[in-house]
């Protein structure tokens, strides 16, 4: 039987929105596997910031939500490190609003960041992961990709569709040595969650403790899910051990349906 590893020694691996939260807790974990990791984002001085705690991380800016920038982005990436062969989408925005009041551009703008910018991303990553028959496409997804919640109809569609993007895309590249998976958490201690919980205190006039419960009580393990949980999971999900899990939902929620 082969031995399986959980070492990315030599492995390239690019994260987007690597400056903040989830991202940059990805990067940390998969530069102290052993990988070269790239991260992106529209804000070159919070990338920096997460670069200087791993020597093996450095930086490119850009906005996922324009094409041209992402191509650039890889091509950036590519000439200093290779193809990434672990591509994690983790850039995403949340919004937060009554149906009633929602229109169209409220509807494209979650789109254009947690759906059309998975795709952008994925499909500058997917060529040369097909040439070198190996690879690993992520995408840090929700909770919101499995079930509706009141006030996020716009995410929880954006969220929805990267999971239909995840399970066709792994289909397709099923044979070809690449895997396709999607983490859906639920609230996690970052700066996303920190602006929904000012704005539910803002909203309700609760405290900022007691807008936090709000968000913990959907847990049934009542607290916030830490970015390293995330981060080890998608590390997980890089190495060979992983190899048959694909166009997957990997829900970390505490047992949130
Ligand atoms: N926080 C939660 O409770 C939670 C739960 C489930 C899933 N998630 C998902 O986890 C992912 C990471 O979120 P987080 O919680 O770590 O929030 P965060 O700290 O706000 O991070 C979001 C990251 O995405 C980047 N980003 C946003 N728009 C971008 C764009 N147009 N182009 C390039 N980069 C962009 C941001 O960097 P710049 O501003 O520098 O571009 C930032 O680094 C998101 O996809 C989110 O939907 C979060």
Not at 62 to 86: C, L, Y
Not at 111 to 122: A, E, H, I, K
């Amino acid at each position: 039987m082969a031995e399986l590893t959980m070492d990315l020694g030599g492995k390239h691996a690019l994260v987007t929105g690597g400056g903040t939260g989830v991202g940059a807790a990805i990067a940390l974990s998969l530069a102290q596997a052993g990988a070269k990791v790239t991260i992106t984002g529209r804000h070159l001085d919070k990338l920096e910031e997460v670069a200087a705690g791993g020597s093996s991380i450095s930086c490119v800016s850009g906005d996922v939500t324009d094409p041209t920038s992402v191509r650039e982005m890889f091509a950036e990436a590519t000439a200093r490190n290779g193809a990434p062969q672990i591509v994690v989408a983790n850039a995403g925005a949340a919004m937060s609003k009554p149906f009633a009041k929602m229109d169209e551009a409220d509807l494209r703008a979650m789109l254009d960041v947690n759906l059309v910018g998975v795709f952008s991303t994925w499909r500058a990553a997917l060529d040369p992961m097909l040439a070198a028959g190996w690879g690993r496409l992520i995408v840090i997804a929700s909770i919101a990709s499995l079930k509706g919640s009141p006030y996020i109809s716009a995410y929880c569609a954006s969220k929805h569709g990267v999971l239909g993007m995840t399970r066709a895309l792994a289909l397709e590249v099923a044979r070809k040595g690449i895997t396709v998976n999607a983490v859906c958490p639920g609230y996690i201690a970052t700066p996303m969650t920190d602006r929904t919980i000012a704005n539910i205190a803002e909203k309700t006039g609760k405290s900022r403790d007691e807008a936090e419960d709000i968000l913990k009580s959907g847990n049934p393990q009542h607290r916030l899910i830490e970015p390293e949980e995330v981060a080890e999971t998608v590390r997980f999900l890089c190495s060979d051990a992983a190899s048959s899990i694909n166009g997957q939902a990997i829900t970390l929620s505490g047992g949130e349906p």
